[in-house]
C-alpha cells in the first residue's frame, strides 16, 4: 500500500438504512480525506448524516458501500481482533460524555486498558499522566455524578486518549456544555494537537467551535458533503447557501445588517448616501481604507457595524458602513473598494448616487 | 416471658423442633433456587440482552426462539407447574417427593422472571456508554462483564431482591409435592389441623426473612448507586 500523509481515506461511501417501506441514504457517496495532524470540522444541522459518518471510520456503522483507509489500513479488511486492535487508536468523545456511572474517574481512564501488557502499577501512572493532562488530577477517585459537564468531557478525553490514539473524533462533545467551558475544551483539543500531533474530527454545528480551532471543514447536508475548504475560505467565501448560514451564525454580521436597517436614518437614507458591507480577507485590512476614502473622494465613511476575526492568523473582516459624499465621488470611492478585492454588497442607495451609477447594484 | 408464649402459641412451643426443621427446609429451598434459577436466569438475561434489538450481537432469530421461550414457561402457573415437571424431577433428583426434588420445579418456575428481571436491568444500560466502550476496542466479552453488568450493578441487586422475595413466596406452594418447609407447615398444621397459632408463627417467620432480604438488598443498592 502506498504511504502517504492521510489520517482517514473514506472513498465513495453509502450508508443505507433500511426502515419497513423505505429505505434512508444517511450518508450518500461520500469521499473524504483528512490529513495527518489536522483538525477537520465537520458542519451540519442535525439529521445530516455527520454522526454516521464519523463512525464508518472506526467501523461503529458498517458502510454499505465505499472503502474506509484509516492510518494506511484497510479498516474493511480487518478480523474482529484486529478491527479491536485498530479502533483502539481512534478515540471517541460524545456529545453526552457517556462514562461509566458505576466507576471513578480512575476506572473510567483505565478501562481501555484492561487486558493491555500493562501492569496496574503502570496502568495507575498512565492514568496520573493522563489526568494531568486534562487537569484532572484532583479528581482521580471522584464519582462521574460528581463531576461538571466540563469536567465530565475532559474525563472522555482522558479515556479516549488512553490508548495513545493517533486520532480524536468529536462527536458534538461541547453541545451540551455552556460557551465558556466550550471555549476551555476547545483550547484543550487544540492543545492536545499539537503536543500529541494528533488528527482530531469534530463534528460539530457550532460554527464558532470551527471557526476557533480547525483548520479545515466540510459541510454536510442530506448525507453529502456540499462544500469544503480550508478554513479561510469557508469563512470569507462560502460557497453554497447552507454555509452561508453557519458562517452568519458565527460572525453576526447578518443580523447587525438587520438591526442597522431598522435604524430611522437609515429608512430614511439621504439621497447622497449609500449603504453598504464590505468584506475583507487577509492583507487589505491593515490598509487604512477608511481614511483612503476621504482623502482620495472626500467621501466620509460612518461605521455602523463590524468585526474583525483571525482565522488560523487571516484577518477576515466585515464592515457595514454608510458612505456619503457627492453623487460622483461615491461611485468612485466603491470603484476603489472593488479594485482592492473588497468584497462590496450594497444594501440600501440614495436615489442620487443611484441615478450616477445607473442602477447597476452590484 | 416463657410463659406467655405459651399462652400465646401453644402449638408452637409443643410442636418446636417441627417449626425449626421447617424454617431450615424453606432457607434450603431458597437457597438452592436462588443459586440454581439465579445462575440459569442471568445467562439468560444477558443472552436477552445483547440478542435483542440494538443488542451488541444483535440476532432476531435466537432472541426471538429465547424471548418465546421465557414467555411460554413463565405463563404457567407455578402450582400447575409443580405437577407438570414431575417426570423431569425424577430424571434429575431421582424422586419426586420431598425438600430437594421441589427445588427443581422451584428452579425452572423462577430462572424465567429472574432472566426477564435482569433483561430489564441490562437494557437500562445507557446505549451510550456501550458505544463508548466499542469505540474503545473493548471485546464483547468485555462489554458484558465490565459494562453491561458493572453499570447495571445497583439495577440487578435490586432485581434480584423482588425475584428472591418472590422465591420464599414459591416455596410455600412447594408444600404441595411434599417439600416441606413453611408454608408447608401452616397448611398441614395451622390450617388443617385447626392451630392458628403455627399458621401466624409461620406467617411472621416469612415476614421477617422478606422484611431482613429487603433490608439488606437496599443496603447494597445504595452502595452500589453512584
Known sequence: MIKNNLAVNLINIDVTFKQKNHVIKAVDDVTLKIEKGDIYGIVGYSGAGKSTLVRVINLLQAPSNGSVIVNDQNMLALHSNQLRYARKKIGMIFQHFNLMNARTVAGNVAFPLRKSNLTKKQINDKVDQLLALVGLTDKKLTYPSQLSGGQKQRVAIARALSNDPDILISDEATSALDPKTTKSILILLASLNQKLNLTIILITHEMQAVKQICNNAAVMENGRIVERNNIVNIFSQPEVKITQEFVATANQIDEAIDSVLAQPNIKHLKTNEVLIKLKYIGTVTDEPIIVGLYKQFEVTANILAGNVENLKDTPVGNLVIILSGQANNVKHALKFLEGLDVKVTILKIGNDIKSVIGGSKR | ?226
Open chain 2, 1 to 226: 416471658m416463657h410463659s406467655l408464649l405459651i399462652h400465646l402459641f401453644p402449638n408452637v412451643v409443643s410442636q418446636w423442633n417441627l417449626v425449626t426443621q421447617s424454617f431450615t427446609e424453606t432457607l434450603f429451598m431458597v437457597g438452592w433456587t436462588a443459586l440454581i434459577a439465579g445462575i440459569i436466569g442471568i445467562s439468560f438475561g444477558i443472552l436477552l440482552t445483547i440478542t435483542g434489538p440494538k443488542g451488541i450481537l444483535e440476532n432476531t432469530l435466537v432472541y426471538s426462539v429465547l424471548d418465546k421461550f421465557i414467555n411460554i414457561i413463565r405463563s404457567v402457573p407455578f402450582i400447575i407447574l409443580l405437577a407438570l415437571v414431575v417426570p423431569l424431577t425424577r430424571i434429575i433428583v431421582g424422586t419426586s417427593i420431598g425438600t430437594i426434588a421441589a427445588i427443581v420445579p422451584l428452579s425452572i418456575g423462577v430462572f424465567p422472571f429472574y432472566a426477564r428481571q435482569v433483561q430489564n436491568a441490562l437494557v437500562e444500560v445507557d446505549s451510550g456508554i456501550i458505544e463508548a466502550a466499542q469505540a474503545s476496542g473493548s471485546s464483547n466479552f468485555d462489554l458484558i462483564f465490565g459494562v453491561y453488568l458493572k453499570e447495571g450493578t445497583s439495577e440487578l441487586i435490586r432485581v434480584s431482591i423482588v425475584t428472591l422475595i418472590g422465591v420464599i413466596d414459591f416455596t410455600a406452594m412447594a408444600g404441595a409435592i411434599g417439600g416441606g418447609g413453611l408454608g408447608n407447615l401452616a397448611i398441614s398444621l395451622g390450617y388443617d389441623r385447626f392451630e392458628n397459632d403455627i399458621t401466624i408463627a409461620a406467617t411472621l417467620i416469612i415476614l421477617v426473612m422478606v422484611l431482613v432480604t429487603q433490608t439488606i438488598g437496599d443496603y447494597f443498592v445504595r452502595r452500589t448507586t453512584h
